[in-house]
């Protein structure tokens, strides 16, 4: 039987899984066991609120929640969970991700959501952040979170490669990959 999920991956719409399937990738490279479900604050409030009010019982330690828009997943789950939540801003075609960001980031002062940067590279460092909260008891994670560092640390070269020389052995594939 697969372990139960520690951290939850959620997200307001289908459309977001692009970006947030950085986060579960990242969370599978570290074999931290965890679930990904589609929950709307706007549009499944409903499933928003049985999802965040049971999650500690369940045996969730830590939720990554990624919205874009008016992105209120990740504050009303903080509201319905003192569990940390992770804000993910998805980038939105309109503004960028950044009515995202603000939608997430200004959370009034007892319901905190600890918000990551837009897109993909916040997605992967929720799941670096997840994995951090969760090593703090429990060294064998502590343990592997240490040594990806370390192969990030090797994989980046002294002097700029040609494109086609890259060997790219990092978490990350490029600083301008928007997804
Ligand atoms: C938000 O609205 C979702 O998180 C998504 O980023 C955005 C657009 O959703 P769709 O119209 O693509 O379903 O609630």
Redesign the pocket.
């Known amino acids: 039987m697969a372990d139960a999920p520690l951290v939850g991956i959620i997200?307001?719409?289908?459309?977001?899984w692009p970006t947030l399937r950085h986060a579960a990738e990242m969370l599978g490279k570290l074999a931290i066991p965890h679930e990904t479900r589609v929950v709307?604050a706007?549009r499944t409030p409903d499933r928003l609120r049985e999802y965040a009010d049971t999650a500690r019982e369940r045996g969730l330690r830590v939720i990554i929640a990624g919205?874009?828009?008016a992105?209120h997943?990740p504050g009303m789950c903080a509201a319905w969970t003192a569990l940390p939540v992770l804000g993910v801003p998805?980038e939105?075609h309109s503004l960028k991700g950044l009515d995202s960001l603000l939608s997430i980031v200004q959370m009034p002062a007892g319901v905190p959501v600890g918000t990551l940067a837009i897109g993909r590279a916040g997605a992967v460092n929720a799941a670096l952040l997840a994995a951090a909260i969760l090593a703090t008891g429990d060294p064998s994670l502590a343990m592997r979170l240490d040594a990806l560092r370390a192969a990030q640390t090797l994989a980046v070269p002294i002097e700029p490669q040609e494109p086609e020389a890259e060997t790219s052995g990092a978490p990350t594939s490029g600083p301008h990959d928007p997804a």
């Open positions: 997200m307001g719409s289908q459309s977001d709307s706007h919205a874009g828009g992105a997943l998805v939105s």
